[in-house]
């Protein structure tokens, strides 16, 4: 599954890493929209009805609460499904299910519901107001669930590897700008990775990006712009939004004295909101400029591109509040 | 008056009551008995009560009103002690042989939240102790023959307190959230779970106590989960009747019924998957089958032909809703027909209906076949919980459902065939009553969750 060059794409990374745990552990099945027969509206499961039969890659009918319902079902009963929302956007149906059935089961019961939600999520392809949103800040809050957002093809298959090992209910963010857009020499590691575990993708002093997703290559982009003026930008990939380390956020906070958060879901409320406020709780007495969110306008992502480029973050909004930041 | 003497006429009393032999009235004997002496011999009768095991759980005002002070010829009110003793619940029998000469009083009961300790208690400190304000009835008696008191006379006779009812642990404030009971519905939750095997998987909703009992729940967990007890199933952390216990393969559902639908459509699912032939039931109600989780539930197990029998307990009203504004169907069980599988529409009040209706559904189930669908009629005969007085149901048709009581039904059933006669029925129901007062102790006494802990729990390791 590797390109000519010996690269694996992001979307190649998710394939690998849900094809090694198939095939290491027998519980594991996918279940969604198109994932058998058509392999998956974005070809993740391309092949795996022929490889691993009708009965571990399940076709469902157009009806995601009853879906999550069943692999709530399946994971009570020792199983560990593996649901592919076919756009994050659809996960809205199955709102009911996941907060009520799934994120409470284990703290009103004591039981597991190891379930892994796929969730293709996010904007810049053009798609519009129901094909491209953010839905971290709905479930961040939910307590019960865990959230992972992987920046990079390792830390896709790594991550997802981890997800379905993990013993609670997993939403799984994955770019579909990144799918064909980020590319990792191979192989890939298909070793699973904890969660809970951010990286300092880029080393730096003067100001901390904190970030995730397609806001990581994003930030490097700026990072290494602002280079070129003398500003060192450390970036942090934070990785799992729940768990969140906050560990080594706050520790790059403290040795650069500022930060910026960065992410592509709307201002309000989103998760950047909850980055900052930690930091200022943590961090105070060390920051020298207030912390910074640049974030999606509080409006829905219009499909046309000069709307949309105008809603979203673009690279240059992020260089401005760095530079900002840094300078102040 | 002298210590011996009111230890003397104590003891009378006493006796009195013990041998259900009234005496004369103390003031014929001892015309100076003054009410204060009265109180006195009241608190040495109490006391004795007290350290004989019984709680003190209220006091009574007796005389308020004018009308009846006048009567009496007194000018002040008269105060008794209500020890737990005296507290029978709503519904309950209560044996001639344990009173003397017992008459019945409408009275008012005031629920209080906090303890009223004197002196000084305002009439704003009584308003704020109060949490709620309850009918009663009392049953009096007295001690003195043919009632013929004066005021120290009851004083000295605890206010001529006897028994009291204020309409249940619900009524009482003692449980929290609300009671939902399942009157009526005990045909539909026995018919159908005693079709399964104890390894099948069951998602209940909350008028299916039956099916939780039979299934090995036990009554002190059920009532400890109505107190918020640690040791109900979820550990105080979910009550009512949300719980579940799945060592007993019964899942704990969310109150978003039908959402325990699709749930069981995974562990059918699941038993497919493992070359089990297990089968999953699950219930919901006929408000439920106007939710999308009951549509997509039922066609993804039809679709994908899983070992599902869905039972909807058809009671004719969801909380205030009549069947009519829930559903244009003629009825539920035809709804079958568009998922493409078998619906069957039984009799809730027959269990045996129930069971051979399971019984079919559960073959099919097992022998690969597929889903079934289940209505069993019947009727809600209380409000949607206890705090709904339901008073949008016509009396008539409650009033006609109430000839059909299942348990009597199946009883009458097994009298036809000789297996069980009237004595038999009568000892079994005392044994019950007996088993849920002897829950309700145990529960009482058990410890409520720590919430040191409250954190722990939100994620698996």
Known sequence: ?328 | MPNQLVADLADQLWEAGRARAPIEPLTDRHPELEVDDGYAIQTRNIERRVAAGAHIRGRKIGLTSRAMQELLGVTEPDYGVLLDDMFVEDGDEIPLETMVQPRVEAEMAFILDQDLTGPGVTTANALAAIAGVLPAIEIVDSRVAGWRIKLADTVADNASSGKVVVGGMYRQGEMLGSVYTGHWHEAIAIGTVAALRPSDFLAPLHRDLGAHLWRGTEPRQVIASFLGKATGPTGGRDGTLHYGRLDLNIYNPPSHIPDNYPVATGAAFAFRYRGQDGVALAYCGDGSTSRGDFHEALNNAAVMQLPCIFVVENNQYSYSTPLKLTTASADLASKAAAYGMPGERVDGIDVLAVHHATMRAVTRARAGDGPSLIEAVTMRMHGHAEHDPADYVPRDMLAEWAKRDPVEKFAATLAGLGVLGEEGAKTIKEEVHQVALNAREQALADPLPDPSIVEEGVYAD
């Open chain 1, 1 to 328: 599954m590797q390109t000519k060059d010996g690269q694996v794409t992001y979307l190649d990374a998710v394939t690998q890493a849900l094809r090694a745990e198939m095939t290491a552990d027998p519980d594991v099945f996918l279940l969604g929209e198109d994932v058998g027969q058509f392999g998956g509206a974005f070809k993740v499961t391309k092949g795996f009805l022929d490889e691993f039969g009708p009965m571990r890659v399940v076709d469902t009918p157009i009806a995601e609460s009853g879906f999550t319902g069943l692999a709530a079902g399946a994971a009570l009963m020792g199983l560990r499904p593996v649901v592919e929302f076919q756009f994050a956007d659809f996960i809205s149906c199955a709102f009911d299910q996941i907060i009520n059935v799934v994120a409470r089961h284990h703290y009103r019961t004591g039981n597991a519901m190891p379930i892994v939600f796929r969730c293709p999520f996010g904007a810049r392809l053009r798609a519009g107001p129901t094909h491209s949103q953010s839905i971290e800040s709905y479930f961040a809050h939910v307590p019960g669930l865990k959230l992972v957002a992987p920046a990079t093809p390792q830390d896709a298959a790594g991550l997802l590897a981890g997800s379905i090992r993990d013993n609670n209910p997993v939403l799984y963010l994955e770019s579909k700008y990144l799918y064909r857009r980020v590319k990792a020499p191979g192989p890939l590691s298909m070793d699973p990775m904890p969660l809970g575990v951010a990286k300092v993708v880029r080393p730096g002093t003067r100001v901390s990006l904190i970030t995730y997703s397609a806001g990581v290559h994003q930030g490097l982009e700026a990072a290494a712009e602002l280079d070129n003026e003398g500003i060192s930008v450390e970036v942090v990939d934070v990785r799992t939004l729940v768990p969140l380390d906050l560990e080594t956020i706050v520790s790059s906070v403290r040795k650069t004295s500022r930060a910026v958060v960065l992410h592509e879901d709307t201002r309000r409320l989103g998760y950047g909101a909850e980055i900052a406020a930690e930091i200022q709780e943590e961090c105070f007495w060390s920051l020298d400029h207030p912390v910074v969110r640049v974030a999606a306008k509080d409006t829905p992502i219009p499909t046309s591109p000069p709307l949309e480029d105008a809603v979203l973050p673009q690279t240059a909004d992020v260089i401005q509040a760095l530079r900002k930041v840094a300078m102040t």
